[in-house]
C-alpha cells in the first residue's frame, strides 16, 4: 500500500484570501445606500411630524355651506347696491336687477342659483338703452370660517365678510332686505329702457 502524502506546506488559493475581502466590500456597497435610505425616510417622517403641529391655512379651515344654507340667505330678499339693487325671488329663483348711473340706467332678468359647493350664481342679461347684452353668469363663492360666512366674486375675488354672528356693521349682508323693496324703482328703470323715444 501507498503511504499517503501529506503536504508539508498549507496551500490556499488566491481566491480563498480574496473572498473574506469581496465579502466586506459588498457590505459596505450595500450599507451605504441603505443608511441613505434610512435617513431620507427620517427626515421626511419629521417633516411630516412638524407639519402636524403647524395649523393648515385658513382655506383649509373653513367649510363650504350648503346649497339650502345658500338658498335660506338669498330667497325673497333684495340686495342693495350703491347705485341700484337685485331681487332674488322664489318660485323659479327669478332675478330682476336694475342700476340707475349718472348718464346711463340698465334693468337686467334671468334666475339666480346654488349649488353643493357654496356658490351663487346669477345667470342674466342686462340691456339700457343703447345696449342690449347677451346672457352672463356671474358667481359668488361662500366659505364659514369661525361662525363668519365670507364671500368672493368669482374666479378669483378677495374674500371678504358676507354675514357674521353676532351681526357686524360692516356685513356686506346688512346691505341685504327681506321681500322686493326695490321692485317699483326696477318697473319705473325698465319702463324707461324699453320706452321709445
Known amino acids: 500500500m501507498r503511504p499517503l502524502i501529506a503536504p508539508t506546506v498549507s496551500i490556499r488559493l488566491p481566491w480563498a484570501r480574496i473572498e473574506p475581502e469581496r465579502e466586506q466590500s459588498a457590505r459596505r456597497a450595500w450599507l451605504v445606500p441603505l443608511l441613505v435610505v434610512c435617513g431620507q425616510l427620517a427626515l421626511s417622517g419629521a417633516a411630516q411630524a412638524a407639519n ?42 327669478p332675478l330682476r336687477a336694475w342700476t340707475s348711473g349718472q348718464d346711463s340706467a340698465s334693468v337686467a332678468e334671468g334666475r339666480w342659483l346654488v349649488t353643493k359647493d357654496g356658490k351663487m350664481c346669477m345667470d342674466v342679461a342686462w340691456r339700457s338703452k343703447s345696449y342690449k347684452g347677451k346672457q352672463q353668469r356671474t358667481c359668488y363663492s361662500h366659505r364659514i370660517e ?52
Not at 53 to 70: D, I, S
Open 52 to 93: 402636524e403641529k403647524n395649523p393648515k391655512p385658513a382655506e383649509a379651515a373653513a367649510t363650504v355651506p350648503t346649497a339650502f344654507e345658500l338658498q335660506r340667505l338669498y330667497t325673497d330678499r333684495t340686495w342693495l347696491w350703491k347705485d341700484g339693487a337685485a331681487y332674488f325671488g322664489k318660485t323659479g329663483r
Open 146 to 197: 369661525g361662525g363668519t360666512i365670507e364671500q368672493r366674486k368669482d374666479p378669483d375675488g378677495v374674500w371678504y365678510s358676507f354675514k357674521r354672528t353676532p351681526e357686524d356693521p360692516s356685513d356686506e349682508y346688512r346691505k341685504f332686505e327681506v321681500g322686493d323693496t326695490k321692485g317699483a324703482q326696477f318697473e319705473e328703470t325698465r319702463k324707461l329702457i324699453d320706452s321709445k323715444n
